[in-house]
């Protein structure tokens, strides 16, 4: 039978709260601070402020304290589930005999500090106006050069190139190689972009990956990046990661497309529609100008028309007209009258006749030779008025005609052009002009004084 320690012997006998002490004494002597990363699970934050947790993996876990104030500068709220990076010493927990953490920094790890920095710099630069729609530029219309800044061995810059290769092939595009994720990615962005800028070569930029992990997209949450982008003399275009991805660069760009290449699309018209709409601006074109030759065609005929009324020439037939209308209207006057003349005096004729009293022959004969007379005389008479009226409308005519006008001494001068001469100070010297006299044509030179 072995031997067994007794109390009083060497072997020093301990309570449990002397070891627990030992025990912490021992692990806090031994073990410096540590970075522990885990789980959090079992969160509590008591009344008190102070706050308890467990953190665990898959193969253990272990209890954990951060005591006030600390637990009250914690930039996010600690909750079941999240992933942390804390900063702790271990130590014991004498009244359950239970070792723990006791934490003095905690931070999110992995995505989680991504996200937290991300809302960080979202807020920043929203504060300062970088996100204000007001400064966001239209993109052109028809970008003759587009630069896209991207990897040169991406699967974005392929869906890129073809698209606009099928919407718009006019168009010229420079790829702008870059790393898009990775240490060295922000500051080669950066770089391009302003280069590309200050070159005034784009009518736009285009920045542009494919889809991946909040981490690998963090080259696109620079904010050396951002403000490159707010800087750029030409406009930007942001199509990062997939449609459900948002970057601090599609924040600050003039425009974000949900993906690269409905990125394309946006920045360049579809030559069909192009084509279309052509078609149609030239039909419209063509209608119109048909409207406009049929309007200054009637106009001419208009213009032609009262040109041709108001020459001397068709003045003078409306003339001549007027007066055989009115030789026409006097020739049946006359004829009426003789035939009224010539019936009274049948009637006349017949009522002496019927009468025939011997003693009245005579006077009748008298008579009817003095009407005869009367009428022939108001025959000669109506005539006579005729003809100076015919004469006084013949002369009417002839004072308003240009040619009478030369009768009385007066002539037409013409220059070289066969245009009317109405001043002296539209005649050049020397110039070689024409008088039109009643009877010829007399060529003279301007001679000035």
């Known amino acids: ?187 080669a ?41 707010h800087a750029s003399a030409v406009p930007v275009v942001s199509a990062v990661g997939h449609e459900v991805d948002f970057s601090i660069a599609d924040f600050v760009a003039d425009l974000r497309a949900p993906t690269p290449s409905a990125a394309a699309e946006l920045l360049v018209p579809d030559r069909t529609e192009l084509l279309q709409d052509l078609r149609r601006q030239r039909e419209r074109l063509h209608s119109l100008l048909e409207r406009r030759l049929q309007t200054a065609t009637q106009r001419l005929d208009h213009a032609m028309t009262r040109l041709q009324t108001q020459r001397p020439q068709a003045r ?23 035939r009224a003349s010539e019936q009274r005096l049948e009637h006349d004729t017949l009522r002496l006749r019927n009468q025939h009293p011997r003693h009245r022959v005579a006077l009748l004969e008298q008579h009817l030779r003095e009407q005869h007379r009367r009428l022939r005389a108001g025959i000669a008479h109506r005539l006579d008025n005729v003809q100076r009226e015919c004469a006084s409308m013949r002369r009417a005519l002839h004072a308003v005609s240009p040619l009478a006008t030369l009768d009385r001494g007066y002539a037409i001068v013409f220059d070289e052009h066969g245009k009317t001469v109405r001043s002296v100070q539209s005649v050049g010297p020397d110039a070689t002009l024409e008088v039109r006299l009643r009877d010829g044509i007399l060529p003279v030179k301007h001679i000035p004084k």
């Open 189 to 229: 962005i950066e770089a391009m972009l302003r280069k590309a800028s200050a070159s005034a070569r784009y009518d736009v930029l285009l920045l542009t990956r494919g889809g991946g992990s909040l981490e690998d997209l963090m080259a696109f949450n620079d904010e050396a990046v951002a403000r490159a982008i």
């Open 316 to 338: 003078l037939a409306q003339g001549q007209e007027r007066l055989h209308a009115a030789r026409t209207r006097m020739t049946q006057c006359m004829q009426r009258m003789l």
């Open 1 to 187: 039978m072995p031997a067994v320690d007794r109390p009083g012997s060497a072997t020093e006998i301990l309570t449990p709260t002397a070891l627990n002490q030992l025990v912490r004494d021992l692990l806090e002597d031994a073990l410096p601070r540590i970075w522990i990363e885990g789980e959090l699970s079992n969160v509590a934050r008591p009344a008190s402020g102070h706050l308890y947790f467990t953190l665990k993996d898959a193969g253990a876990q272990i209890r954990g304290a951060m005591f006030k104030p600390k637990s009250t500068w914690l930039k996010f709220r600690p909750e079941a589930g999240m992933h942390v990076l804390m900063r702790a010493r271990v130590s014991l927990y004498a009244p359950r005999g239970d070792y723990q953490l006791i934490v003095d920094h905690m931070e999110e790890a992995g995505e989680g500090a991504l996200r937290r920095a991300f809302e960080e710099l979202k807020a920043k630069l929203q504060a300062e106006g970088l996100f204000a729609e007001e400064r966001k530029r239209p993109l052109p219309r028809f970008a003759r050069r587009i630069g896209v800044i991207t990897s040169a061995s991406g699967a974005a810059i392929h869906d890129v190139l073809s698209v606009l290769e099928r919407r718009f092939p006019l168009a010229s595009v420079d790829v702008l190689p870059v790393p898009v994720q990775g240490r060295e990615a922000p500051p």
